[in-house]
C-alpha cells in the first residue's frame, strides 16, 4: 500500500479505533496502521461505507479491520459501540477523527453551540467510556 518509513510489524498486538475512518484521513490512517499490523475498528455515521472500507484494508493488508456503523453525536451509540468492541478485548489506541458537525447558518449559533456538541476535538465524550484497564491513549486530529 505505503511505503512507510516505520518497521513492519510495528503496531502488531495493538486494537486502535479510528471515528471517522470510513473516508478521507480516517481511511488512510487505517490503511497505514493496518499495514503496521494493527487490529483496527473503523466508525461513521454510514455503515456501508465504512464496512466496505474495512474489508478492502482487510483484504489488501492482512490485519483485521472491522467497520461499525456510529454517529458519534449520540452517546448511547458510543456506548454501544464501545461494549460491543470491548467483547474481543481492551483497545489500546483512539484516533478520534470524525466530525460531529451540525448544519446551520453562522449567523444563527450562539456563542456556545461549539460547547453544546461533541466534536472530533473533544476526546471527553470518549474517555468517559475508556475503561481504566486499557492503559492505552488517545489521539484528537484537529481541524483547521
Known amino acids: 500500500m505505503y511505503d512507510l518509513m516505520f518497521k513492519d510489524g510495528l503496531l502488531k498486538g495493538k486494537r486502535i479505533l ?6 478521507g484521513l480516517g481511511e488512510v490512517m487505517t490503511e497505514a496502521y493496518a499495514q ?8 461513521g455515521r454510514r455503515a456501508g461505507v465504512v464496512e466496505e ?4 484494508i482487510t483484504d489488501a493488508t492482512g490485519s483485521k479491520v472491522t467497520g461499525i456503523g456510529c454517529d458519534i453525536r ?6 454501544e459501540m464501545i461494549a460491543r468492541i470491548w ?4 483497545l489500546t489506541g483512539l484516533v478520534n477523527n470524525a466530525a460531529g458537525n451540525f448544519i446551520s447558518r453562522t449567523k444563527d449559533l450562539s456563542p456556545k453551540a461549539s460547547t453544546r456538541f461533541p466534536t472530533s476535538s473533544s476526546a ?3 474517555t468517559r467510556r475508556w475503561p481504566a484497564e486499557s492503559a492505552g491513549s488517545l489521539r484528537n486530529k484537529r481541524r483547521a
Do not use: M, N, P
Request: glycine share 16%; hydrophobic share 40%; with cysteine.
Open 18 to 23: 479510528i471515528t471517522g475512518g470510513g473516508t
Open 36 to 43: 503496521l499490523g494493527a487490529e483496527v475498528y473503523i466508525c
Open 53 to 56: 472500507t474495512a474489508k478492502r
Open 74 to 79: 449520540v452517546s448511547e451509540a458510543v456506548d
Open 87 to 90: 467483547e474481543e478485548g481492551a
Open 124 to 126: 471527553a465524550h470518549f
